[in-house]
């Protein structure tokens, strides 16, 4: 998911994004070791978005205190 459509999510919509894709990557961890998966790709994408989530989280907290 990109930044720009991040940044208009509001925080409750991030976290349940966060949990969400925090899920989705634990399953694919899981389905890469057990060879189910042929696309590792999606794993990484999980892994961007989450780092994009929490950095998005941390900007906004910043920029409250």
Known sequence: MKTS???QKSDKEL???LR???AKSVEL???VVGGNVKDVKDL???RV???RIKTLFNERTASQA
Do not use: M, P, V
């Open 5 to 7: 459509d991040l940044k």
């Open 15 to 17: 976290a349940e994004l």
């Open 20 to 22: 969400e894709t925090e």
């Open 29 to 31: 961890r899981f389905a």
């Open 44 to 46: 990484r994408e999980s």
């Open 49 to 51: 978005t989450i780092a």
